[in-house]
DNA sequence: TTTAGCACTCTTTACTATTGTTTGCTAACT
DNA sequence: AGTTAGCAAACAATAGTAAAGAGTGCTAAA
């Protein structure tokens, strides 16, 4: 274990480094950081530091910067809530009261929220569909051959879609199908569409395979695709200093442009609510080179979508995790 | 009027300077362009159509670059027509005839794949709602206090929202309202959700206005929302040599990020299908170190939605007006 | 009108010297 | 034993210089 004047040291390191981006001299530490002993003193702790790995030079006489293994000390034991300026709590308040009627456009608001008040790039993606209870399902005829299908869940996300069929279809046929789906389905998880009701289905109706085929198939389309993925703030990261490497702003566009990866990264944390994930412990390759903190928003245990922040090690877990705690105390709150 | 040796230097020019990115020499230009004379010779000619305008020098003594004039007499004098590779044929062929139920998941597929084959990013904006006809509106109950309205308009747009109420609404309710909004709007292009028409329900409707008025209000937040924007292949663009400048990097991840700006970039083409905008041509400022070329996709004159490739000044133009003809061709086969 | 030849301009690269920062170590001090 | 002052060594960053290379413009001859 490190004795308190290590953590001190440790600490301070951590936090000029995200501050400035530079490495961190002995120096630096010998004012404003409550550290009553000289450079040398100093320069003897970071080197016992850095023998156990929490810190790292960038050559044989620099200053020092926080290793991996530094910045999870530092997140898991150092860490220190932020205060939110009054400005912030009015910006947050403002922003999370505009009336919404669709859960997703929730998720993009806080996304949005969070990537403007903690100045980093942000990124979201909605609910996951398969494991959300069927609370009703309404097809709506629109037109001879077209039909919109309306699925509710119990966490309140509304999931339509519209399904074309080869032949005319009647009002009658689809208030059946209607009936039938309904009676098979609701109060189940969403990802029941599928072969079992596919079989029961044929079993059951007279239809033509032209009718039900197509009702099917687009609903397990529907089920399966990938949630819509929102990105806010891309630029924001560009004005950092880590940016001015071509190598590191080119990975970052690379991320942002896969889609797999981001949701991979969203879907990937196991914690209650905030997870973080620095450079290597990142499941994601393209990842190893920044830091992610992820925000599952959830209400009565119900996933209602998942935020995460995409930065460089160098973050500022802070405020990023000050800023989160308080926006999720206030969704709670509605 | 340019003659013909001149044209040939011109062309020449931008062709070798869209494939390698470095500035032209005449040296260069005496084998393998079709141009039976010395470098002195060519080096007259250059410095003539740089007199006129067409042609630029980065420094004293360096190689010659297109001047945006010279781009833009390029493009509308000695154009070829590109050949479509017969992979690029199959490819095109096999990503359009996808199966989409929405016109808005064409556009984007349409986006998609002219990225993919000519390598540039490119954005897609859905159809321009406002003026488009309403064929039918419908209005379905969602549990007691929340509906969806589905309106359908000529050129097979869907458009759904959901409207939530502030007490019980009933079927009945629901019904006379569907009826109301069908015989005022049906035919009218939906613009017309608007002022006149809720003076026009609040008179012939007896109902609370806490049902009429989330209904009106909703439905014109929904035709005046920004239709969603569509990005794809932002990473492409880094690969190319103007990129290596990080302040072109920054600028373009700002213009993506800036949805104003694309939006703006994507509805502003007058001519038919075709747009191009070289570097100052543009009329957002963001824009004016870039050229775009934007594809309107139309169905017997009506907006399906367009489409826009951003790049470098020094973009294939014959390459991505090609491949533009040609999806036009097949989008209007279909 | 075309072209060969050459001086001149400017970029690019490599090399060198200088300056400044920071460390690690040693020896002295508390 | 822990702390500190002092100093040599390591290294980055900057500026300056020189040499090489690419390309033009101009002149004069073909």
Do not use: W
Request: charged share 30%.
């Amino acid at each position: 274990m490190l004795d308190d004047r290590k953590k001190k040291v440790l600490q301070a390191i951590v936090e000029e480094y995200i501050n400035t981006a530079e490495p961190v001299s002995s120096n630096a530490l010998t004012t404003n950081h409550g550290l009553n002993c000289s450079s040398a003193t100093i320069r003897n702790e970071m080197a016992e530091l850095e023998k156990n790995g929490y810190l790292d030079k960038t050559h044989t006489s620099s200053g020092r910067v926080p290793s991996e293994k530094g910045y999870r000390y530092y997140v898991d034991e150092l860490l220190n809530d932020k205060d939110i300026s009054l400005e912030e709590i009015k910006y947050i308040s403002s922003k999370l009261e505009t009336k919404v009627n669709e859960i997703e456009d929730l998720t993009k608001i806080t996304a949005n929220t969070i990537s403007e008040v903690t100045h980093y790039t942000a990124v979201s993606i909605g609910p996951k569909t398969s494991n959300q209870i069927i609370e009703d399902i309404k097809f709506v005829l629109l037109g001879s051959r077209m039909m919109m299908a309306v699925i509710l869940t119990d966490t309140g996300l509304v999931k339509e879609t519209i399904i074309k069929f080869d032949e005319d279809v009647t009002q009658k046929q689809i208030e059946t199908m209607n009936y039938m789906f309904n009676n098979k389905l609701k109060g189940q998880p969403i990802e029941t569409i599928d072969r079992p009701l596919e079989d029961y289905l044929y079993d059951e109706m007279t239809y033509s395979v032209n009718v039900i085929k197509p009702v099917i198939e687009q609903l397990k389309k529907v089920i399966q695709e990938d949630e819509n993925i929102y990105l806010e703030g891309a630029n924001k990261s560009f004005d950092l200093p880590e940016f001015n490497s071509l190598e590191v702003a080119k990975n970052f566009v690379n991320i942002l442009d896969t889609k797999e990866v981001v949701a991979d990264m969203l879907n990937s944390g196991f914690a209650e609510d905030i997870n973080v994930y620095i450079g290597d412990e990142n499941k994601q390759d393209e990842l190893k080179d920044f830091s992610v903190v992820t925000f599952k928003h959830k209400v009565n245990g119900k996933d209602l979508g998942t935020i995460g922040i995409i930065g460089p090690k160098r973050m500022d877990y802070s405020k990023v995790i000050s800023v989160m705690k308080y926006i999720n105390k206030k969704l709670k709150e509605m």
